[in-house]
Structures are given as structure tokens and as C-alpha cells.
């Protein structure tokens, strides 16, 4: 076993109570939340991607599907905000392990294609499904979270919950970077023949990573939803699916830190460049295929590779 | 009737788009993500040069053709030649990045808006039971059958078609019969790259053109080609005319907001139940 290292929750904490002390701007602010979710999105399909090896283009779907729930449940049946998170969790695992149960027996091409027919479905249902979601014009009035007497509709609050929230992910994360699941998913991923034969039930396993991934990112699309109180269906596309592929490369593949590097990059990229909106895309092609032909292991590979050189 | 006619028309479009998807996989091993933008490319070569420089259609058709080759070729050597490790993750995600690329130049240099391309004949509709059909469709028809079986021929019959195959079976048997193995991956992504352009050229008059056209229709081809099953020539005809007729006889029965969902569905019910597709071989697992 090796050892648990801190320090990447703690510098993330340590950066956003920096950000939060001395920012005052509400949009900065905003811009900080979304780029949590992004690099939180990232990080799923990161454990996925990375360590199990299930190439999965249809993460937006799971998003969306938890920003609805959440958003329907609040909006048009006035629920308080924090029951639907559990609603959201179960809804997309439920539907990711019967989806999973019969695409994860695919491989390579097969799964990329399935999982994205997948989230493409969705997206025509979020659109075409009017009298639930609201179609293409969006759903809105979708309340505040609340509870405890304490309040969530400001732009600060929100960045306090979704910071408390994101360094608890983020320590979680590190857990399970060292515990023997990581080692059982990443065994799977270099030979799935070979895990079987050592007694593995890998498609047992991969359904319920790919589930419970589902399931987070849905609880992120809760947050989502929450935060800026109008969804519709464009935030869903398949568009951001392979955002997420691009941030969790970009990042690093197999590195817990990657899918939060790459959302940062990344997710800066449209605030940096807010001139050039019309070369965000080509910002993000040009550096995932970079990645993916020169820098295996992406930014965190190439940084833990120069750190182990140094020592 | 005439969801039979229509259906007939894309799904012509289908076969030729499933067409390049199976070139490519029967010699690499490879799903090209972004076999789609080839269509659109199409598209958009045939709308800069018989409609902005107005050259003759007969000389624009095979020059967009062949301009597409060659950006296959170079999409061959930029893209895939490079990448390090060439696992199976790394070349989905390096097609998707290259789709990324291609569909953003596009906009870049054609803009955003839809083109129109115009008719490459005058528009003539010819009665038939049931229904009518313009000499448009029955040009895309003809054409995508000729274009699939001259690509037949190319396949088993020329000294490079059997090498393709030949590279499919086993790569480094053939690399030792003497094979470059190297060119006939270039050239298999050059190839499907033409035929993509060709279908893009020949539905261009009767859908327009938009940039991110590609993405939409390059998964109908898929749909099209894995439910003939991935890899078999003809079953890539028959799965694209299958899909084009399911997808026109949806649209009169449901709303048509959902006909873009139906080849979704038919990518997940065959991966579901026959994933080797309906004329496919089911191949033995390599452990």
C-alpha cells in the first residue's frame, strides 16, 4: 500500500479559500463553481477512462439526466433541493447499470459508439420531451438549496458549499488512489482475459464503476442546476462529452489530479480567450490530439514522470 | 409508398458513408470518428466549385472526389501515423480530436451558415405508383450503386484491394508476402475519404450544407454499417438502405423531431442483441 498524500486536496483548498478570501466579483466566482463541476465531471470519467478503461462519450447524458431530475423535482413539484440529490444518484445509476449491463460486455470502438448513441438519445429526449423538460427553450425556476436554516441562493454561499464539497471529493479521491479497488480497476484495464482468470468478475465490476460514475456526475448535474437555475437542453450535448474526454486527457489519463488539471485549463480557456469564442473548439481539438500523439499520460503523467526523474 | 422512395434515397447516402467506415476497419482494425467530415468536406468542395467558380459538374464532382483523397491521405499521416501509443483508446480519441479540427476549419473558411449548393440538373419529378421521385434521387441512387460496385471491384479484384484485405487478416503475414503495410493504411483512409466526399457531393443538392453536418450523418453510417455488420461490403449496402427506409418510415408515424433517434436506437438494439450485425461474421476473440 502506499502512502495517502494530502497534498492535492489540501492545495486545492488552500487555492479556493485564497480565491474566496480575496475575490469579490460574483461572476469570478461563478466562473470558479462551474469550473469545480467541470473538473468533478472530468474526474468521473477519468476513473473511468484511466483506470478501468471504459471509454465512455456519453458522460454528458448522465449530467443532464441529473440536472432534470433535480430541476423537474424543484421546479414543477416545488421539492425541497436537497432530496433530489439522492433521486438524481439513483435515477442515473439505475439507468447507467441497465444501459452498462449489456454495452459493457462491448469493447474499444463498440463501447465509444454505444455509449455516445446513448447520450445522443438523451439529447433528442431532453429536446423533444416537452411537456417534462421544457424542450429546447429550457426549464426554469428551479429553486435554492437549503437546509439547516442555511442558504445557497448567493453567488459566494455557493462557492463555499460547492468548495467544501469539491475538497471532500478530492480527499475521497486520494483514498481511493490507494486502496486495492484502484489496483483492481487498473488490472482490468491492462487485461481483462487476465483478471478473469484470476477469479475477477469484470463485468460485475465495471457495471458498478460505470454506474456509480453515472451516479456522481449526476449529483454534479444536481449542482449544476442549482447554481444557475436555468437548464436546457444545449448544456447537455454531445459537445461536452467530449469536452470531458479532452479535459480528462489533457489532464492526465490514470492520474487522480488530471481531470482536475485539464478542467482548469480548459475550462479557463473560453474565459481567456473571450475574444476569440470562434477558436475554443480548435483550441480543444488541437490540444487533445497534441496530447494524445506526444504527451501519453497527459500534463499529471509528465509531471509525476519529472518528479520521480528529480529524485 | 413514398417513404419507400425517399428512404431509398438515404439510405444510398448510408450505404456509401457505411462503405467508409468498413475500408477502413477491414484493414486497420480502426472506427475513423471522423469519417463523417469527409461527407461534409464533400459537401463543401462541390459547393466551392460548381457553385462558386461554376465549373461544370462533370469536372467538379471528380475534383472534390480526389481533393478529399488527399486530405484522407494527410489525415492518415498527421493523425494516426503519429500517435505513439497506438492503443485502441488513443486512436478513437485522436479521430474525435481530428473531427474536432476538420468541422472547426470548415466553419473557419465557409462560415456557419448552410449553403446551398443548387441543382446539378434541372429538377424533373417522374410519377411512380405510389408516389413521385425526383430525377435528383434517382440520380443519388444510380450513382451510390455505381460507386459501390466499382469500389466491389477495386476490393477483390486489383492488386490493392487484396492487399488491403490481405493486411486485415494478419499485418505482419503480409508485411513478409512483400506488402507495404504502411501504404495500404494510407491508402484505405485516402479511399474512404473519396467515397464519404462522394456521397457528401451527390445529397448536397437535396440537404444543404452546414459545417457540423458531418457529426449527424457520420453516425447514421456507422448505424449503417454495424447493422450490416462491421466489415462485410455488402452488408454495408444493405444496412444503409435498411436504415434509410426504418428512418422514413419512422418519420410517418412519429413525430420528426425523433427520426434522428431512430439510428441511435439502432446502433444500441444490435450492440445489445447481435453485435457481429445482421450479415456479419462473428469474429474469434485475440487474447
Excluded at chain 1, 480567450?273 to 500523439?293: K, N, Q, R, W
Excluded at chain 2, 460507386?147 to 484485405?165: E, N, P, V
Excluded at chain 2, 473519396?194 to 447514421?220: C, E, N, Q, R
Excluded at chain 2, 412519429?254 to 434522428?260: A, F, I, R, T, V
Amino acid at each position: 500500500m502506499r502512502k495517502i498524500n494530502p497534498f492535492p486536496a489540501l492545495i486545492a483548498a488552500f487555492i479556493l479559500a485564497a480565491v474566496g478570501l480575496t475575490v469579490e466579483n460574483e461572476y469570478y466566482l461563478g466562473v470558479a463553481v462551474i469550473i469545480m463541476i467541470h473538473a468533478l465531471n472530468a474526474t468521473g470519467l477519468n476513473i473511468l477512462l484511466g483506470y478501468t478503461g471504459i471509454i465512455s462519450i456519453g458522460q454528458a447524458a448522465f449530467f443532464g439526466i441529473g440536472a432534470y431530475i433535480s430541476g423537474v423535482l424543484s421546479a414543477t413539484y416545488g421539492w425541497n433541493a436537497l432530496l433530489t440529490f439522492p433521486v438524481a444518484f439513483m435515477g442515473a445509476f439505475i439507468i447507467a447499470y441497465i444501459i452498462g449491463w449489456p454495452v459493457l460486455r462491448l469493447h474499444g470502438h463498440y463501447l465509444a459508439m454505444a455509449t455516445l448513441g446513448f447520450g445522443m438519445i438523451i439529447y433528442i429526449l431532453m429536446n423533444e420531451m416537452d411537456f417534462i423538460t421544457g424542450g429546447p427553450s429550457g426549464l426554469m425556476g428551479i429553486g435554492d438549496i437549503e437546509f439547516f436554516g442555511l442558504y445557497f441562493g448567493l453567488d459566494q454561499a455557493y462557492f463555499v458549499l460547492m468548495s467544501v464539497y469539491f475538497v471532500f471529493v478530492l480527499f475521497m479521491l486520494e483514498l481511493f488512489d490507494k486502496s486495492f479497488l484502484h489496483y483492481k480497476l487498473k488490472f482490468i484495464k491492462s487485461s481483462e482475459s487476465a483478471s478473469n482468470s484470476y477469479g475477477l468478475d469484470t463485468v460485475q465490476t465495471k457495471l458498478l464503476v460505470f454506474a456509480f460514475v453515472a451516479g456522481f456526475t449526476a449529483v454534479n448535474g444536481s449542482l449544476y442546476a442549482f447554481f444557475v437555475h436555468f437548464i436546457s437542453p444545449v448544456s447537455f450535448s454531445l459537445k461536452y462529452s467530449i469536452e470531458l474526454v479532452a479535459m480528462a486527457t489533457v489532464g492526465g489519463l490514470g492520474y487522480i489530479t488530471g481531470g482536475v488539471i485539464g478542467a482548469v485549463i480548459l475550462g479557463l480557456v473560453p474565459e481567456l480567450f473571450a475574444s476569440a469564442e470562434d477558436y475554443e473548439m480548435l483550441i480543444y481539438g488541437g490540444l487533445l490530439a497534441v496530447c494524445v500523439m506526444f504527451v501519453p499520460g497527459g500534463i499529471a503523467g509528465t509531471l509525476s514522470r519529472l518528479r520521480k526523474k528529480d529524485a | 409508398m413514398q417513404f419507400l422512395y425517399s428512404g431509398l434515397t438515404g439510405g444510398s447516402i448510408y450505404a456509401l458513408v457505411a462503405l467508409g467506415y468498413n475500408i477502413i476497419y477491414n484493414t486497420t482494425g480502426l472506427i475513423n470518428f471522423a469519417q463523417g467530415e469527409f461527407v461534409m468536406l464533400g459537401g463543401m468542395l462541390i459547393y466551392t466549385l460548381f457553385a462558386v467558380f461554376g465549373m461544370p459538374f462533370i469536372i467538379a464532382f471528380p475534383l472534390a472526389v480526389v481533393t478529399a483523397l488527399i486530405v484522407g491521405l494527410l489525415f492518415e499521416r498527421v493523425f494516426i501515423n503519429l500517435v505513439r501509443v497506438k492503443s485502441d483508446i488513443n486512436l478513437i480519441t485522436v479521430t474525435i480530436a481530428a473531427s474536432i479540427l476538420l468541422r472547426d476549419f470548415a466553419m473557419h473558411i465557409w462560415g456557419r451558415d448552410t449553403v446551398t449548393v443548387g441543382e446539378f440538373m434541372p429538377v424533373k419529378s417522374i410519377e411512380l405508383p405510389g408516389g413521385v421521385i425526383s430525377n435528383q434521387s434517382i440520380m443519388v441512387i444510380a450513382v451510390g450503386a455505381c460507386i459501390a460496385f466499382i469500389l466491389h471491384l477495386f476490393l477483390k479484384r486489383s492488386k490493392y484491394g487484396r492487399a488491403m484485405r490481405a493486411c486485415f487478416d494478419d499485418m505482419t503475414a503480409a508485411g513478409i508476402c512483400g506488402i507495404n503495410a504502411v501504404m495500404v493504411r494510407v491508402m484505405s483512409f485516402g479511399v474512404a475519404a473519396a467515397v464519404g466526399a462522394a456521397a457528401g457531393v451527390l445529397i448536397s443538392p437535396i440537404t444543404f450544407v452546414t459545417y457540423d453536418d458531418g457529426l449527424m450523418i457520420g453516425l447514421k453510417g456507422f448505424a449503417a454499417a454495424i447493422l450490416g455488420g462491421l466489415g462485410s461490403f455488402w452488408g454495408a449496402v444493405a444496412g444503409g438502405i435498411l436504415l434509410g427506409l426504418l428512418e422514413s418510415f419512422a418519420a410517418t408515424i412519429m413525430p420528426s423531431g425523433y427520426k434522428d433517434a431512430i439510428a441511435f436506437v439502432v446502433i444500441l438494439l444490435i450492440l445489445f442483441v447481435k453485435p457481429a450485425g445482421l450479415f456479419g461474421k462473428r469474429m474469434a476473440k485475440r487474447v
